[in-house]
């Protein structure tokens, strides 16, 4: 019998939805910050055989180290390598399509999954310069499955339209990705919160509510969202984290904040 965990934070809940989205035997893009630890967290739960492929050029088939590692080009990493290479070749792979799925944090989003981490305002006046996109730009659009990661879901996070795309979700909805050039992969696939799941509507390409995390009401999630979101007709529950899952979880966030990860209390209110 499964026993769940009964006290979590909207954080921790976030990255076990997002763990539960990789496979066993899928070939991962592995990038930094929240995506990292969610890919080491599934790993370490349920996809042992996943193949991981690094930013940096290295491909991993197993990845047990010791501490959490504090950035791509931690030395604690090459020593577990399948394959040792550059940023060229981890492009390469996504550009032969050999990358099944990969989870990108995201800054700010809109409703057809475009994400903006250039400029908040015009750009070439812009409020606030972000510091840009980094290899998510091409993830974004060569990788068969992309998940995004919003650590926040509010009305600044979650936008009707950004005022920059950064990296490519499903441009101005329908077919407009297609057109633009963009043919050989699908867009991004969903859009995990500390709220809930939002999912692409296979016609429109607009973000809808699929699943609830426990506790949270749909009139919550429409709130803080910066559109008019739609609702599917039969919203799924996430279920909450199972107690291996929620310990894996903080084992792994601590080992983050370790190595210098900042987290929010309330995101580690529970870890001792």
């Not at 550009?95 to 990108?104: E, F, K, S, T, Y």
């Not at 910066?226 to 799924?236: F, R």
């Amino acid at each position: 019998m499964v026993e769940y965990c009964k006290e979590y934070s909207e954080f921790e809940m976030m990255l076990i939805v997002a763990a539960r989205e990789i496979k066993d035997g899928d070939v991962v893009f592995n990038a930094f910050q929240w995506p990292f630890l969610a890919v080491y967290m599934a790993f370490k739960l349920h996809a042992p055989n996943i193949s991981m492929v690094f930013e940096t050029g290295t491909c991993h088939d197993y990845m047990d180290v010791n501490k959490m590692p504090f950035s791509l080009v931690d030395p604690v990493i090459p020593p577990t390598a399948t394959f040792i290479g550059d940023s060229l070749d981890s492009l390469a792979f996504l550009q032969r399509g050999d990358i099944d799925i990969a989870l990108l944090a995201a800054s700010i989003l809109d409703k057809y999954g475009n994400c903006n981490t250039t400029v908040i305002g015009d750009y070439n006046k812009p409020i606030i310069r972000l510091p840009g996109g980094g290899g998510a730009t091409d993830i974004a659009v060569l990788a068969k499955r992309i998940v995004w990661l919003l650590d926040e879901h509010s009305k600044r996070r979650l936008v009707n339209k950004v005022d920059f795309i950064t990296d490519l979700g499903h441009f101005n909805g329908a077919d407009s990705r297609f057109k633009a050039g963009f043919t050989t992969t699908k867009g991004p696939d969903a859009i995990i919160t500390p709220l809930c799941t939002l999912r692409f509507d296979p016609d429109t390409k607009e973000a809808y509510l699929a699943a609830l995390h426990p506790g949270v009401k749909v009139e919550q999630v429409k709130q803080k969202t910066g559109w008019d979101l739609k609702v599917a007709d039969d919203v799924e529950q996430n279920a909450p984290p199972t107690l291996e899952e929620i310990e894996v979880c903080r084992r792994t966030m601590k080992d983050a904040m370790e190595q210098f990860y900042i987290l929010k209390p309330e995101w580690t209110k529970y870890i001792k």
